[in-house]
RNA sequence: GGUCUCGUGGCCGAGAGGUUAGGCAAGGCUCUGCAAAAGCUUGUACAGCGGUUCGAAUCCGCUCGAGACCUCCA
């Protein structure tokens, strides 16, 4: 398989990818709601359509990535008395509610930020696109999709199945879905359980609120989506992202929406990130099963023994599958980090490689590079990317004893490819454990000092006191390294 | 209760009807004053029970276990 397939949850399988408007790809993923701190879990998802991103950069498209925030807050329940969450908390902490959007949306470009995430083409704001959404339920209204009821209108999925199939991205039917319906309040504006809401009359309380030609209030749940999406990529466009979560109803219902409104279902291709586990639970913020990405930064957290770089993390996280559940635990990345560090240290061994060996080693780098795209290919099987990454570095230890491994030209691509993938696709940012400048200067400075007294008393047989140096460089978090031709060291 | 997914060696995690995934850990070896680091190397795993097949971890059925969704949720 030499071009990109990805796995569309639509139909189940494994597709080529090729673009509507090549060499242009259009991209939806569905951002964070934004009323409070996003969590381990979150970040993986967001990463993972990064690495789509990625990807699909590296490989020449031109892609207009759209990743929404949902700053209009979803509604509790569907009942009439239920509110807002962003309304909520703001009560509860006494501030404006989009004062609390404003904290966690710049608290989520941090976090992003931090893993080396690409920010999208464009961020849209639920907020910010109304004036589309009350559009599209107009729209939806005249073609008889939708019904107003007390002020709320409602998307009819009774009209809805006359022209359409509805279930198809979740695989149900509408008899399973009607079976586990619940019984909620304020279903009495409803024609159909299954009925979802466009717009809803905004209670006295309620404090996000817009007018509308239906009532005072605020667009239902799945709105934003269909509307931003059709905005900025089309009625038909390439890719829909999102975590497992929202493959029901949400996407569902975008979809429904999106049909009903231009006869298209939105994207072609429907991903959905699998979700990360904690003390194998999913993670979610009202449980309290949850981890901050800057809290892992930082060590802080009674699930962790240390603190990790933001590329260990990501390495861990891409070591997994992105459509497979992923248990997080503390040894899990601590594997993850040493592996990582290896690769990094190859990298190292690459860059100083002296010149030697013919031009063209053994070991064919292009044949290498065709397995790391096959890999990528293959629904963006980045674990088998990573385990060809390590090939890599085995071919690049190797060459240490033997230049004809890889060659000088053969050397100085797969340096170049390495970076390409680790960095560009992987998104593994170097690591920045180098301090700054002249820290960096003095260190090496006092270092050399050391090492060079440690160096003597190794010469004399004096092992107590070379041993005591190292023993106190230990205590520092400085590891000796002794090699053939002398000590280096490394700062841990 | 309904829908669905998953169960791989000590741990994490790919793959997938017949050919070594990979990482971490562990054992052995090389190097070494010792250690660390690094390199080389070893391990034959696919929940259980049946079935299909020349052949199944990979397909089918059942059992057990775990998880997701059905309600805001990446």
């Not at 704001?125 to 209204?141: C, D, M, N, P, S």
């Not at 890889?406 to 992987?426: I, K, N, P, R, Y």
Request: contains cysteine.
């Amino acid at each position: 398989m030499s071009t990109l397939h990805l796995y569309d949850s639509l139909t189940g399988e494994l597709r080529p990818f090729e673009p509507i408007h090549a060499p242009h790809v259009g991209m939806y993923v569905c951002g964070p709601t934004v009323y409070s701190d996003v969590h381990l879990g979150n970040t993986r998802t967001f990463l993972s359509f990064d690495l789509l991103f990625r990807y699909l950069t590296h490989l020449g498209y031109k892609v207009r990535y759209v990743r929404n925030i949902t700053d209009a807050g979803h509604l509790e329940s569907d009942a009439d008395s239920g509110e807002d969450k962003i309304a909520k908390k703001a009560r509860l902490e006494q501030l404006e509610p989009m004062e609390i959007v404003q904290r966690y949306t710049v608290g989520f470009r941090a976090v992003m930020q931090a893993y080396n995430a690409l920010p999208p083409s464009i961020e849209p704001t639920a907020t910010g696109h109304i004036v589309e959404q009350i559009e599209l339920i107009k729209k939806l209204l005249a073609d008889g999709f939708a019904y107003e009821a007390n002020g709320s209108v409602y998307f009819s999925i009774e009209t809805y199945l006359k022209t359409y199939p509805y279930g198809e991205l979740s695989g149900r039917s509408i008899e399973d879905l009607e079976a586990g319906t619940r019984d909620l309040d304020g279903q009495q504006d409803k024609r159909h359980p299954l009925d979802f809401a466009l717009w809803k009359k905004a209670s006295t309380e309620h404090i996000m609120r817009w007018p509308s030609p239906w009532s005072e209030g605020f667009p239902g749940w799945h709105l934003e989506c269909s509307a931003m999406s059709t905005k900025y990529l089309g009625a038909e466009f390439d890719i829909h992202g999102g975590g497992m979560d929202l493959k029901f109803p949400h996407h569902e219902c975008e979809i429904a929406q999106n049909k009903g409104a231009t006869g298209h279902g939105g994207a072609r291709f429907w991903l959905h990130a699998n979700m990360l586990t904690l003390n194998g639970k999913r993670m979610a913020k009202s449980t309290g099963n949850t981890l901050d990405p800057r809290d892992l930064l930082a060590g802080n957290s009674p699930h962790l023994t240390k603190a990790y770089s933001p590329g260990a993390v990501r390495f861990f996280i891409h070591q997994a599958h992105y459509r497979s559940v992923l248990d997080f635990s503390d040894s899990a990345l601590q594997a993850a980090e040493k592996g990582y560090y290896r690769l990094l240290s190859s990298l190292d061994v690459l860059r100083q490689r002296p010149k030697g060996g013919p031009a063209h080693g053994s070991w064919s780098v292009p044949e290498w590079n065709g397995r790391c795209s096959e890999a990528m290919n293959q629904d963006l099987n980045s674990p088998v990317l990573i385990a060809q990454l390590f090939d890599a570095a085995k071919a690049v230890a190797a060459d240490q004893n033997d230049p004809a491994v890889l060659g000088s030209d053969g050397a100085a691509t797969l340096l170049q490819l390495m970076e390409t993938w680790m960095f560009d696709v992987l998104g593994l940012a170097p690591e920045p454990h180098s301090a700054s400048g002249k820290y960096q200067k003095a260190l090496d400075a006092a270092m050399s000092v050391v090492l060079d007294l440690r160096r003597k008393a190794r010469e004399s047989k004096d092992w107590s006191t070379s041993d005591a140096l190292r023993d106190a460089l230990a205590q520092g978090g400085i590891v000796v390294k002794d090699g053939a031709e002398g000590s280096s060291y490394r700062v841990e």
